[in-house]
């Protein structure tokens, strides 16, 4: 069994900055693509930012310029450095990914910006 298990999330002013991390753990064979998702309360959930196998990556246009997505893939790891954060941002982060060709989440992390 694989499980992704995401740290990271917390309370931060706006204009501060949070690195997320999702770690992969259990039976992996290999891991594909892996994304970063959110659900803000009250809306659907969305795509935040994708890196391939590649390392090739994709940003929604909401955080494109102010949050990197990167993958260690020695650790098993996927990372989502969050700057300039502003309210908008407050949501549940998950992670997702591709291992062996299932799709596997985490559990989530809650990230709150005030102003």
Known sequence: QVQLVESGGG???AGGSLRLSCAASGRIVRINGMGWYRQAPGKQRELVAH???DS???YADSVK???TISRDNAKNTMY???N???PEDTAVY???GNIGWRDYWGQGTEVTVSS
Do not use: E
Request: charged fraction near 5%; proline fraction near 0%.
């Open 11 to 13: 309370s931060v002013q």
């Open 51 to 53: 890196i391939s196998s």
């Open 56 to 58: 090739s990556t994709n």
């Open 65 to 67: 310029g102010r949050f």
């Open 80 to 82: 989502l450095q969050m």
């Open 84 to 86: 300039s954060l502003n």
């Open 94 to 96: 998950y992670c997702a």
